[in-house]
């Protein structure tokens, strides 16, 4: 089992529709999760950052963390065209000085006007 | 700022041709990462560097080697270029310290096609 599982998609959608990206983990030393946005022929952009469990909300995405499940998820609400591009999720587990950041593979979004 | 930058954009080799991929950041970031991104594999770290002076292989070094030139620079080299290697390359940094020091700034990336 890999350490990171994510939804391999494509995921297509009509415009306005909520939108639930997924992402299972099975290191429980994971300590931050990260959300990356990218679109296409760019690089990855950070979207969302947490280390807690809960909720994090940032106008139309909301982070969802339950680490006693190891699972995480964003949610995207009123989804927009321009929402269209490959979502990866990335976790990080830190061990004194070092730390080791683990991507999802990452599930392509493709909002339909 | 310009962030990251990485350059070429994009390259074409022959098999065996040799070639560097020169990244560059100006946020005064003390780690640098390089990473391929190939279909369905997700981003793979190649090699990083967690400050000025060391480098270490990440999950697929093979066929590639790096240099930490000074804080800015940080370039990957494919000796012997392989069609296996055909392949997204991304550089990133990170400051590496405080509460979003783990957050990696990736540059435009280069297209490497081997033939």
């Known amino acids: 089992q890999k350490e990171v599982e994510q939804d391999p998609g494509p995921l297509s959608v009509p415009e306005g529709a909520i939108v639930s990206l997924n992402c299972t983990y099975s290191?429980?030393?994971?300590?931050?999760f990260m959300w990356y946005r990218q679109y296409s022929r760019k690089g990855p952009e950070l979207l969302m950052y947490t280390y807690s469990s809960g909720n994090k909300e940032d106008g139309r995405f909301t982070a969802q963390v339950d680490k006693s499940s190891k699972y995480i998820s964003l949610f995207i609400r009123d989804s927009q065209p321009s929402d269209s591009a490959t979502y990866l999720c990335a976790m990080i587990e830190t061990t004194g000085a070092n730390s080791k950041l683990t991507f999802g593979k990452g599930i392509t979004l493709s909002v339909r006007p | 700022n310009a962030g990251v930058t990485q350059t070429p954009k994009f390259q074409v080799l022959k098999t065996g041709q040799s070639m560097t991929l020169q990244c560059a950041q100006d946020?005064?970031?003390?780690?640098m990462y390089w990473y391929r991104q190939d279909p369905g594999m997700g981003l793979r770290l190649i090699y990083y560097?967690?400050?000025?002076?060391?480098?270490d292989k990440g999950e697929v070094p093979n066929g590639y080697n790096v240099s930490r030139l000074n804080k800015r620079e940080f370039s990957l080299r494919l000796e012997s270029a392989a069609p296996s290697q055909t392949s997204v390359y991304f550089c990133a940094s990170t400051a590496g310290t405080g509460w979003k020091g783990y957050e990696q700034y990736f540059g435009p990336g280069t297209r490497l096609t081997v033939t």
């Open positions: 290191n429980s030393a994971f300590q931050y």
């Open positions: 560097s967690a400050s000025e002076g060391t480098t």
């Open positions: 946020m005064n970031h003390n780690s």
